[in-house]
């Protein structure tokens, strides 16, 4: 089975804390608390420090709250990358699937099963055959079932309510 983009991400993303510093952290009572931060992903890396463990604490610096808060972004742009990419090579395919003798006979299957009749209004004709939500990651094998025939008013409104979300 092919990595989920989160698995991929995840990989990538993956830090080891190598590289770690301590800082110090300000309670609600202005009070330190001490412990190791990870300067390649931000995460803390160790629950509090005993404060004699700090050999001068005027040299530690502030835990840097942002440095997570950037790595996370990070990640979540490479996962948006990876989805337009993957969103991309999928409408290629699509494209040529949709032209495919295999499609044609599915929906010429579909329309027929359904009397011609427009699925959604049950009152035009229908003329495209439209995959159901969640149909699509069985192309080229999905079931019949999770195709439905409908008139162009009607796929044109759920195909465009579909795109807006």
Partial sequence: ??????????????????????????????RRSYLKQCLNCGRATTSALPHSSIPDPSIIREFDE??????YDLRQQRREELTA?????FFEDYSVYLNSPEWFRKRATVLKQDNYLCQGCRERTATTVHHLKGSYKYIPHEPLFMLVSLCT????????TDREK
């Fill in 153 to 160: 008013k009607c796929h044109d409104y759920i195909t465009d």
């Fill in 1 to 30: 089975m092919p990595e989920s983009i989160w698995e991929q991400v995840e990989r990538e993303f993956a830090c080891e804390h190598t590289d770690t510093e301590i800082r110090y952290k300000l309670d609600k009572l202005s």
């Fill in 85 to 89: 990419a993957r969103r991309d090579g």
């Fill in 66 to 71: 942002l440095a997570e808060a950037a790595w």
